[in-house]
T-cell receptor, first 115, second 114 residues
């Protein structure tokens, strides 16, 4: 069965550079979530989208922006990267209406390293 | 402010024995709880969940217990198998719809030795 796809899997950037992370949800899923997991920390919710509209917002820095496109894939854009942005970024997808939490599936993550 | 806490970063158990992973939460508004299993280089995978109206949910070798008054839940794995070795995350949410974000604990690394 198709799973959530994230690209790239690994990304190395310098401070003050920009990065774009992509997430392709499971087919028919219309809701996408982004989580950030720092070293030794719990995954923290950043932002979510339903039907291309932002549905919820968590602890996402102003330097980050995200959107969901008409094909439901989502991109997380990160600018002015800082060392503290080094983390594993997970994307999850689900059905919004009619969906259940235990049917929220996670991608393998993108590991971002900022040097 | 850590709303979901897993105070044991690691746990070692012998194959065939019971593994008990614990989780505490502070927000009494949480009404749905989940356990995720995570292998290296993979995303978290849903394992088992429980609604706040229940105190126990069982699925094969996995049982989750919820004590609302203590704001505590635990995951029991019986019998433990080497393939269960992974990081286990406890998570909580304010509901069980497809729109809910998850609040995670920091995880417990379980090692099951043969």
């Amino acid at each position: 069965a198709a799973g959530v796809i994230q690209s790239p899997r690994h990304l190395i950037k310098e401070k003050r550079e920009t990065a774009t992370l992509k997430c392709y949800p499971i087919p028919r899923h219309d809701t996408v979530y982004w989580y950030q997991q720092g070293p030794g920390q719990d995954p923290q919710f950043l932002i979510s989208f339903y039907e291309k509209m932002q549905s919820d917002k968590g602890s996402i820095p102003d330097r980050f922006s995200a959107q969901q496109f008409s094909d439901y894939h989502s991109e997380l854009n990160m600018s002015s990267l800082e060392l503290g942005d080094s983390a594993l970024y997970f994307c999850a997808s689900s059905l919004g209406i009619g969906g259940r939490l235990n049917e929220q599936f996670f991608g393998p993550g993108t590991r971002l390293t900022v040097l | 402010d850590q709303q979901v806490k897993q105070n044991s970063p690691s746990l070692s158990v012998q194959e065939g024995r019971i593994s008990i992973l614990n989780c505490d939460y502070t927000n009494s508004m949480f009404d749905y709880f989940l356990w995720y299993k995570k292998y290296p280089a993979e995303g978290p995978t849903f394992l088992i969940s429980i609604s706040s109206i229940k105190d126990k949910n069982e699925d094969g070798r996995f049982t989750v217990f919820l004590n609302k008054s203590a704001k505590h839940l635990s995951l029991h794995i019986v019998p433990s198998q080497p393939g269960d070795s992974a990081v286990y995350f406890c998570a909580a949410s304010l509901g069980n719809t497809g729109f809910q974000k998850l609040v995670f604990g920091t995880g417990t690394r379980l090692l099951v030795s043969p």
